[in-house]
């Protein structure tokens, strides 16, 4: 099993920057595909940012690309979501995610992914 605790959601301003953290429990987090993913009230859950269990390679929404980048270190059962030039569409709670596979399928729905964090909310003003 596995379990995931998100850190680093505030308010911002449009244009500003925040760093989202995800600490895993377990001595397997290298096995695991890790992804972040949004939920703004009213709408579902979205994919946003990806990486494979290597770290090798990472998948980005559209709406994030170029903005956001994920990254991982296997050594200290971290991933880390970094956010700039925020815009006041990226006002959501933010969720850390797991599957396990040594795949680089670039996997982008929820119910592919096994494991959750409970969220952070990140709320970006105008």
């Known amino acids: 099993q596995l379990q995931l605790v998100e850190s680093g959601g505030g308010l911002v301003q449009a244009g500003g920057s925040l760093r989202l953290s995800c600490a895993a429990s377990g001595r397997t987090f290298s096995s695991y595909a890790m992804g972040w993913f949004r939920q703004a009230p009213g709408k579902e859950r979205e994919f946003v940012a990806g990486?494979?269990?290597?770290?090798?390679?990472?998948h980005y929404a559209d709406s994030v690309k170029g903005r956001f980048t994920i990254s991982r270190n296997n050594a200290k059962n971290t991933v880390a979501l970094q956010m700039n030039s925020l815009r006041p569409e990226d006002t959501a709670v933010y969720y850390c995610?797991?599957?396990?596979?040594?795949?680089?399928?670039?996997?982008?729905?929820?119910?592919?992914?096994?494991?959750w964090g409970q969220g952070t909310q990140v709320t970006v003003s105008s």
């Open positions: 995610a797991a599957r396990k596979t040594y795949s680089d399928y670039d996997a982008r729905a929820s119910v592919e992914y096994d494991y």
């Open positions: 990486i494979t269990w290597s770290g090798v390679r990472t």
